[in-house]
């Protein structure tokens, strides 16, 4: 057995994602042929005792094809038709393959909210965790066809993280049009090779996400599915980015396919910081002094005025942000005490002029540590 298959000797329970451009054909219409590979693999995978949970795309691209669309539209309402039509005919083609394996499935729609609040995120988790205890495929999706850019949750990679966090999951698998991820574009460069191993999802490894033309019915790309493994392995889940064209699913979940693994993190981190690092939204970020970064690194502490070079965004008392290095790669996430207006008047302060600069008193840390995660 080697390294790789020893990695996913004891995996029990697996989020899928499927985009769209693996779903459509490029008449937007569903390709038959790809829904069955993946509900039989996925049904195989279920036979041999795996737990899955599959996060799909192609609700706005088949709504699109009905409609007759030839390009993602713009306007909301109109992506939120092409949801609402898409939505149902995609399930109903789930629904009849998965049932032509002796399986059931369940569909599950979310916004934002549902993960933003703690409350609601640990329903969603019992409620998907009851379905699997029952042999029940969890099929979710955005709800594209209520979701604003206030409660959006992105794109359907970030989503299959979020599930990923909650769900403790043994493994996140990204299906896209690449064979994985290669050292430089493959659609420009033919010289391009694929990376078999990535232990760490670095600055510089992010930066092989090149701008490239994308598709007219998808959205996101190669930067937004390292965005996506990102976060499931610093939360210490393996992740594998393949090509969901043709692939065996069971060969691919014990490390027999092809693709780019994505080794994790030493220790997990526990659901409670996983919630506070990853799946609660940001709502700007704070970029740190390199005398900063280097003090939370090292050991857990408090985000003090002092070390505070630039805040971005707009965020309120309470408020999720990020923790960045001046470069703005992020470090970290946590929970502000003071509003980004506040702390555009006292950052690189110390805490002992707070009371003076603001006219009133307050805590000296920015945020305290137990309410920030460094990765």
């Not at 992010?206 to 392995?233: D, F, H």
Request: charge should be positive; aromatic fraction near 4%; proline fraction near 3%.
């Amino acid at each position: 057995m080697n390294s790789r298959e020893a990695l996913f000797e004891d995996l029990r329970t697996l989020v899928i994602k499927v985009g769209t451009r693996v779903l459509c054909e490029d008449d937007n219409s569903l390709s038959e042929a790809q829904l069955a590979n993946l509900s039989s693999g996925i049904s195989a995978l279920q036979d041999r005792g795996y737990s899955v949970v599959l996060v799909t795309s192609g609700a706005v691209g088949v709504g699109m094809g009905v409609l007759g669309y030839s390009e993602r539209p713009t306007v909301p309402a109109e992506k939120q038709a092409c949801a609402a039509i898409g939505q149902i005919r995609l399930m109903q083609k789930y629904a009849d393959l998965f049932k032509s394996h002796g399986k059931t499935v369940g569909q599950i729609l979310l916004t934002g909210d549902d993960f933003h609040d703690a409350k609601r995120f640990n329903n969603v988790r019992q409620t998907v965790r009851t379905l699997l205890a029952k042999g029940v495929v969890p099929i979710v999706n955005e709800n594209d066809t209520v979701t604003t850019e206030e409660i959006k949750v992105g794109d359907n990679d970030k989503l299959s993280a979020d599930v990923a966090q909650f769900l403790e999951a043994d493994l996140l698998v990204i299906l896209s049009d690449e064979e994985g991820l290669y050292d430089k574009n493959p659609k420009a460069h033919a010289d391009a090779r694929r990376i078999e191993v990535v232990e760490r999802i670095t600055p510089d490894i992010l930066r092989l996400a090149e701008e490239k033309p994308g598709s007219k019915v998808s959205v996101g790309g190669m930067r937004a599915k390292l965005n996506a493994i990102r976060q499931a392995t610093e939360a210490g889940t393996p992740a594998v980015l393949a090509r969901g064209h043709r692939v065996n699913l069971v060969e691919l979940v014990q490390g027999r396919g092809a693709g780019t693994l994505f080794l994790p993190r030493s220790t997990r981190i526990d659901r409670k910081r996983r919630w506070l690092a990853f799946v609660s939204k940001a709502k700007g970020q704070l970029l740190l002094d390199p005398g900063a970064v280097k003090a939370m690194q090292g050991k857990p502490s408090s985000v003090l005025p002092a070390g505070i070079k630039k805040v971005r965004g707009t965020f309120e008392p309470g408020d999720f942000v990020e923790i960045c290095t001046l470069k703005g790669e992020v470090i970290g996430r946590g929970r502000t005490a003071y509003s980004s207006a506040d702390v555009g008047k006292i950052k690189g302060r110390k805490s002992g002029e707070i009371t003076e600069i603001l006219g009133r008193k307050g805590p000296g840390e920015i945020i305290h540590r137990d309410r920030l995660v460094v990765y």
